[in-house]
Nanobody, 129 residues
Framework: EVQLQASGGGLVQAGGSLSLSCAAF????????IAWFRQAPGKEREGVAA????????YYLDSVKGRFTIARDYAKNTVYLHLNSVKPEDTAVYYC??????????????????????WGQGTLVTVSS
């Protein structure tokens, strides 16, 4: 069964750090794009960060550049999102997603939710001020 499992959410104070994990089961993340999205109450889902697995290229939402880092552990078939210097506006449910590189033209970029077919369950990140 193809599955993504996201974990690591929790409560963190503004300025603090938190790391999220997205483990893949039933398929290898090789040759996939993997992304983290988030959705705050009343807002649309937005792409936060993405990594193109085979090339290691990374993409970030402007508001998180310099604060968040996406990274992959090949041996564990897991992608991480390290959140640093968090702000209250980072509060949201965070989702990871994966898509085989060959299944999309990616003309719209790697931070578009509609480009991804495999989704993990959300993990809530709450940043207190």
């Amino acid at each position: 069964e193809v599955q993504l499992q996201a974990s690591g959410g929790g409560l963190v104070q503004a300025g603090g750090s938190l790391s999220l994990s997205c483990a893949a089961f039933g398929f290898s993340l090789d040759h996939h794009a993997i992304a983290w999205f988030r959705q705050a109450p009343g807002k649309e889902r937005e792409g936060v960060a993405a990594i193109v697995s085979s090339e290691g290229r990374t993409y970030y939402l402007d508001s998180v550049k310099g604060r968040f880092t996406i990274a992959r552990d090949y041996a564990k078939n897991t992608v991480y999102l390290h959140l640093n210097s968090v702000k209250p506006e980072d509060t949201a449910v965070y989702y990871c997603a994966a898509e085989f590189m060959g299944d999309s033209s990616w003309y719209a970029g790697f931070l578009i939710p509609e480009e991804y077919d495999y989704w993990g369950q959300g993990t809530l990140v709450t940043v207190s001020s």
